[in-house]
């Protein structure tokens, strides 16, 4: 699901410099992961290693493609604000909060603009498959919660059952082909959570499975 909104954004062609953005991006992810579990924590030696790997590997891959791509640098504040929200919820006990979770999905759906503007195409052209990949995973992060954490909440049940039907709509403004995979969703959304606690290994399969669908959608949308 982390790389919808980047294989998404490959749809508008590939440059050599979208390899050391992938390698930057996950391991950037990855360095955010224990950096904030040692904000959480407040003991950075327990994770000092990853954080110094990972930093140093993603500022590395990341270097050569802000120098040859400058206007990269204009999402720079945007991930600097959604970061500092990270870090206040964790600080905060609200690092599993569903606001935390839409703040990390936009991250990630900002790769959608990132990865055509890396080939040095105007980001602009990412936005309607930036949405559309918002869209999906924010409906994630209210569906898993819904079976999972907030299995059996009736308000969570309903929250999430009619954000996916405003984000069907929305999807079908955009593209009218988008009704598949968004009922989809909205399907899952309504139907699952009611039945028998599933085990997280199915939740992630059949979310998985979903965004595969999603992804085939984003990549036949019309430019």
């Keep these: 699901m982390l790389l919808l909104p980047y294989l998404a954004g490959l749809r508008f062609g590939f440059d050599w410099l979208h390899i050391p953005l992938l390698i930057g991006w996950l391991t950037g992810w990855l360095f955010s992961y224990h950096a904030l579990l040692a904000v959480k924590t407040r003991r950075f030696a327990r994770v000092r290693r990853q954080v110094l790997v990972y930093g140093a590997v993603s500022t590395t891959m990341l270097?050569?493609?802000?120098?040859?791509?400058?206007?990269l640098l204009w999402f720079g504040p945007a991930f600097a604000v959604f970061l500092a929200i990270n870090v206040v919820m964790v600080r905060g006990g609200q690092e599993r909060a569903t606001v935390n979770g839409i703040v990390s999905v936009t991250m990630a759906s900002l790769m959608a603009m990132i990865v055509p503007a890396t080939a040095g195409l105007d980001w602009a052209i990412g936005i309607p498959i930036a949405v559309v990949a918002w869209l999906y995973l924010v409906s994630s992060v209210f569906y898993i919660k819904s079976v999972i954490r907030e299995y059996g909440s009736v308000p969570h049940r309903i929250a999430s059952t009619v954000y996916h039907g405003v984000s069907l709509v929305i999807a079908v403004l955009i593209w009218p082909w988008l009704a598949v995979p968004f009922g989809i969703t909205l399907a899952r959304a309504v139907g699952l959570p009611t039945r028998p606690r599933m085990r997280v290994p199915m939740v992630?399969?059949?979310e998985v499975a979903v965004s595969l669908v999603v992804?085939?959608?984003?990549?036949?949308m019309p430019a």
Aim: proline share 17%; hydrophobic share 60%.
């Design 204 to 206: 992630g399969g059949i």
């Design 63 to 71: 270097l050569p493609v802000v120098v040859l791509r400058p206007p």
């Design 215 to 220: 992804i085939g959608f984003l990549l036949a």
